[in-house]
């Protein structure tokens, strides 16, 4: 799988190749900051945990913070892999888009990665923001 940005993190916990841990994952959530989706997604994250036909696979869309200091998003990015490890994901993919990307409408580099996730995932659950929030980088 080819993601726009050269950053892009893809954790598979278990070793597995990433294009199976992704076809794997029953329960796909897509959220905007590494900490969204442990709180979006938990009924997934604890429905596939330990679980041979199931699975949870998290997408995150960006950096996770508006600093510009790297180490902050080194730390993010070990915080969402840790998560994964804990959980037993079958999968983490971060995207590692800055927000301002995020809230372009149509951003192509946005759009084909989701695009390039959704070409090799088919989840039976999907997990997204909800519409009524009122953080900006959601809502976009």
Known sequence: MRLSRQDADIFVPDGAPMPDALRRATHVCVGTHQDDQEFMAFHGIAECFGRKDRGFAGVVVTTGADYTNEEMVRVRVKEQRKAAVVGEYACQVQL?????????????????DLRAVFEVVQPQVLYLHNPADKHDTHVA
């Open 96 to 112: 590692m888009h800055p927000s301002a990307d995020v809230k372009k409408a149509g951003h192509e580099g946005v759009l084909a």
